[in-house]
């Protein structure tokens, strides 16, 4: 067995080596929704007449969806930001903390859905700390609460980027594949 010491250049050797392995394992084993189905309540799908805020009546609710195949096109674009970021704990997944979190289709602010059973779900524990860190930053958001637009954190009220995103909800209502 060779003791000796690794040498700065074989550390970062071995440094870049972990990391090309995590990289890989991510990809291979990338997350997924698992039990929770809380989009297929709090969104509405166009194509299946499915308003917002009531279960799909394809949902087997902890389970998933009975026609995943034949899904509508809606549902197979839709991945929430907990999905999509590893970087979101586990519990800020949507059944966890009743907040389906989406950005904005140009990606320039977040749009955090609540369950209606759960009023100020986004305000709340993490996620209400995730949500006005990202607001200190600069980044819009906005809560769908039921039939109101909550706007946490615009920069300013009159903004017309974020009167322009409110539009956008309001037009095309809360579909997954709205998005915003
Ligand atoms: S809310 Fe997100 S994690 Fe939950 S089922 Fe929908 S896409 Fe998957
Ligand atoms: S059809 Fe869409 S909304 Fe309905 S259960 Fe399946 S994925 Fe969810």
């Known amino acids: 067995m060779d003791n000796r010491m690794l040498t700065e250049s074989e550390k970062q050797a071995l440094l870049r080596k972990e990391q090309e392995i995590d990289e890989a394992l991510h990809v291979i084993q990338p997350r997924t929704c698992g039990s929770c189905t809380m989009c297929c309540k709090i969104m509405g799908v166009e194509e299946l007449g499915k308003p917002p805020h009531e279960w799909c009546r394809h ?42 979190l989406s950005s904005l289709r140009d990606g320039d602010g977040l749009v955090a859905f609540e369950d209606v059973g759960y009023f100020g779900a986004a305000q709340k524990g993490r996620m209400g700390r995730v949500l006005e860190k990202a607001g200190r930053a600069g980044v819009p958001v906005i809560i769908v609460r039921g039939d109101d637009r909550v706007i946490l954190y615009s920069g300013s009220k009159t903004n017309p980027k974020l009167v322009e995103m409110i539009n956008r909800i309001n037009q095309h209502g809360d579909g997954p594949g709205d998005q915003a």
């Open 59 to 100: 949902t087997d609710v902890g389970y998933g969806c009975r026609i995943y195949p034949d899904r509508p096109p809606t549902c197979k674009e839709f991945e929430c930001l907990w999905l999509q970021q590893t970087i979101f704990p586990e519990e800020l997944r949507p059944d966890k903390c009743r907040v389906v």
